[in-house]
Every structure is written in C-alpha cells, then in structure tokens.
C-alpha cells in the first residue's frame, strides 16, 4: 500500500497525508502504535500469577487488533534495515512495556514465586515473537485461549 493508495482510500488528497505524516512509517506507526494511555501496565495489588497474566493479555490484544496485523508486516523491512526506526519504535512504545516486566518478575523473584535467573527484559521479547507467530500461523485461536496457553507455558517455566 501507498501513501497515494490510502489518500485515495481515506477519501483525502495525497498532500494531505504526506502533509501529516510524511512517510508510510510515520502513517503506520501513528495508526498501530498510538493509543490513549492505558494506565499503570502492573496492578501491584494482585498476586503474581493474575499480574503476568495481565501482561499477556495486553500484548495479545496489541497483536491481535486488525491495524497492528496489517501495518506490521510492512514495517518489517524498515525495521529490520534501519536501526534508527527500531529504536524509536523500543522507546517510544516498548520501553513501558519491557520495565513493567522487568519490574514484575523482580517483584516474584522478591516474592520467592519466580527462578532467580529469569530475565524480565527476555520474557518480554519471548512473549512478543510467541503471540506474533500465533497470530501469523493460527488466527482462529481466540484471544482468550491463546491467553491462556501462553500463561500455562510460561508460568510453568518460570516460577519456583
């Protein structure tokens, strides 16, 4: 898809979208990347388990709406051959997300309920890569279950 494309699509001159947004990076990242602010990521009253569940659910909703499907794919190469993007996509948008783990799995390891080996910061990226395959190889398993599955693997692999 081109600017020209979604101008015409949206119903808008094409000045308008390079006129706001100026690249297909820009127009894809303002569509799947900015939200309202959802608030605290960790509800530090619950316990660990419902937590990490919690963290789960976000990024299989992330994942799972129909923008960030289509507009990923086509930041792939952008993304993969310009490391400039790539980190301003990490701070601007994952950095919350990548210290809310990292805080929670400190906070279980404090608890004594997670190994002490276990890196927040990677669990993070694991969880990413797993929701985004099954979302590419298995779309017509609900966010619930997919949920679901992904919390029983990964509490079973990281808890004491």
Request: charged share 20%; aromatic share 6%.
């Amino acid at each position: 898809v081109t600017l020209t494309e979604v101008a015409r699509l949206a119903g808008v001159s094409r000045p308008f979208v390079y006129d706001n947004w100026g690249s297909k990076f820009a127009l894809v990242e303002d569509a799947i990347f900015t939200t309202d602010d959802p608030g605290p990521l960790v509800d530090d009253g619950k316990p660990f388990a419902e937590a990490i569940s919690d963290l789960i659910a976000a990024m299989v909703t992330i994942q799972s709406d129909p923008a960030y499907l289509a507009g990923v794919p086509g930041l792939s190469t952008d993304l993969y051959n310009r490391p400039d993007l790539l980190e301003q996509i990490e701070s601007r948008y994952i950095a919350p997300a990548r210290q809310a783990y990292v805080r929670l799995i400190n906070r279980g390891k404090a608890e004594g309920a997670v190994r002490a080996d276990v890196d927040g910061s990677a669990l993070l990226d694991t969880i990413r890569g797993a929701v985004m395959l099954h979302t590419l190889i298995n779309p017509t398993l609900d966010e619930a279950a997919l949920v679901e599955h992904l919390r029983s693997i990964i509490l079973h692999g990281i808890t004491t």
